[in-house]
């Protein structure tokens, strides 16, 4: 069985879009991370068919879902995701953000282990 690795964003990313959807209603973000989950399955199994994205990062990879986009790397065992991000979202943006958070928490000590 391929393996889906979510990275901690990727999680708070899942956690903030059922908070979201639940304003409205609990069965629907039930419904909406079900099929979200269903297509990292998919995605574990087959994981070369998102889109190449190296405007964001070498090697990363997308694939949307409804209103969402699934930022993730392919494994030779299944799929790292990255991010869960809703696509009217600056995609370039947040990660660009992300990458500049990185590089200060270097340069300050506090990102390295």
Same mark, same amino acid.
């Given at each position: 069985?391929? $393996?889906?690795?979510?990275? +901690?964003?990727?999680?708070?990313?899942?956690?903030?879009?059922? #908070?979201?959807?639940?304003?409205?209603?609990?069965?629907?973000?039930?419904?909406?991370? $079900?099929?979200?989950?269903?297509?990292?399955?998919?995605?574990?199994?087959?994981? #070369?068919?998102?889109?190449?994205?190296?405007?964001?990062?070498?090697?990363?990879?997308?694939? +949307?879902?409804?209103?969402?986009?699934?930022?993730?790397?392919? #494994?030779?065992? !299944?799929?790292?995701?990255?991010?869960?991000?809703?696509?009217?979202?600056?995609?370039?943006?947040?990660?660009?953000?992300?990458?500049?958070?990185?590089?200060?928490?270097?340069?300050? !000590?506090? !990102?390295?282990?």
């Amino acid at each position: 069985m391929p $393996r889906i690795i979510k990275r +901690p964003l990727a999680e708070t990313d899942l956690i903030d879009i059922w #908070l979201f959807i639940t304003e409205d209603s609990v069965i629907n973000a039930d419904a909406y991370l $079900r099929r979200i989950e269903q297509l990292f399955r998919v995605l574990a199994d087959q994981p #070369l068919m998102g889109q190449n994205r190296t405007e964001i990062a070498d090697s990363i990879k997308s694939f +949307p879902i409804e209103s969402h986009v699934i930022f993730y790397y392919a #494994l030779d065992d !299944g799929i790292d995701i990255v991010r869960v991000l809703h696509g009217a979202r600056d995609i370039e943006a947040v990660f660009y953000n992300k990458r500049i958070s990185h590089f200060k928490d270097k340069l300050s !000590g506090d !990102g390295l282990r």
